[in-house]
């Protein structure tokens, strides 16, 4: 490049949390020694502030909302079909009491939480993402969920934050064999067993892959599945019969693989960070029971003067959690 040309600056970002996926890892991982002040367990509202506070101190996000997943079981892609995610067990009330514990802590702490009973954290963070785009910002998707990548545009990221992994267009071609806007079709030929979703029979990664690069999306693909007989590829003349075969289970993946981006969202774009509640936050990290150094943190993150000092009560005997290493968090 010639040194007297200038590079123009990237976007602002807003960031967009898959807050599910962290609590999910926080609850398999950090050990159940941790109770609120009626003795629930809190290991996975600790290990989700952990990861919250590492997040806001290291990119200190003017633009940022986190997804909350409602539609466990009731949003309209299980309407679709009722064996989508029947594959998982329900959460537990234990954990389901830490879900909204971890969504109040991070509306305490300014943050914009979405959230919606007929629309998954996905479709949310993708919405917000459509919305963020008319201010001009570009995304940083924080999540290693492979269904978001359908989601980036030149500028956009996509962050697995535990394991410390960063990419963006390139980066989706280089993992999955396909473009970023091709992976609703990807995950609808080659199946998701993470969703319960099936896919075509037959079909495997390497082959939907090559599908896709050769007829570019999935209606065409479709709508010329006797071409695919023909082509160079070990076993064609059995996965142009599938096709055609399965092209209305096909269409149906689809709609379940591809992520909406017209959920109706609690918050307003840009997603600016608001004032913390420091009154919202005593009380969170009082009926929690969190240690006095993840309260300093909060309030350190919150922008809130540190307050005085206190006596812990006898009972409240609940320390910091430990150390957990990042590929857990």
């Not at 309030?299 to 307050?307: I, K, Q, T, V």
Request: hydrophobic share 45%.
């Amino acid at each position: 490049m010639d040194p007297g040309m200038s590079v123009a600056p990237l976007a602002a970002p807003v960031h967009l949390v898959d807050a599910s996926l962290y609590i999910f890892r926080a609850w398999h991982s950090v050990p159940d020694e941790f109770h609120d002040a009626e003795g629930w367990p809190t290991n996975a509202v600790h290990g989700f502030a952990r990861f919250l506070l590492e997040l806001l101190e290291r990119e200190r996000p003017r633009h940022i909302a986190v997804g909350f997943d409602e539609a466990l079981d009731t949003g309209f892609r299980h309407q679709l079909y009722p064996a989508y995610k029947a594959n998982r067990e329900p959460a537990p009330e234990a954990l389901r009491r830490q879900f909204s514990h971890c969504k109040a802590l991070c509306a305490a702490l300014g943050l914009t939480v979405l959230s919606h009973a007929d629309f998954e954290a996905d479709d949310l963070i993708g919405s917000a993402l459509r919305a963020s785009r008319d201010f001009g910002l570009r995304g940083i998707i924080i999540s290693a969920d492979k269904d978001l990548s359908q989601l980036l545009r030149p500028g956009d990221e996509q962050w697995d934050f535990a394991r410390g992994q960063r990419w963006g267009l390139a980066g989706v071609k280089a993992k999955h064999g396909v473009e970023a806007h091709q992976m609703a079709d990807y995950l609808a030929l080659c199946g998701d067993a993470v969703d319960n979703i099936p896919g075509v029979t037959g079909i495997g990664c390497k082959t939907a892959a090559i599908l896709l690069s050769h007829f570019g999306d999935l209606d065409t693909l479709l709508a010329r599945a006797d071409e695919v007989a023909f082509l160079r590829m070990r076993g064609a003349a059995t996965v142009s019969l599938r096709l055609r075969e399965q092209r209305e289970h096909a269409l149906l993946w689809r709609q379940l693989t591809t992520i909406a981006t017209d959920a109706p969202l609690d918050g307003v774009a840009p997603f600016l960070r608001n004032p913390a509640d420091g009154q919202m936050l005593a009380s969170l990290s009082e009926a929690l029971r969190l240690g006095p150094m993840t309260r300093r943190r909060l309030r350190a993150a919150a922008g809130l003067d540190e307050p005085e000092f206190t006596t812990p009560s006898p009972a409240d005997t609940t320390m910091d959690a430990p150390f957990i290493p990042s590929g857990l968090t």
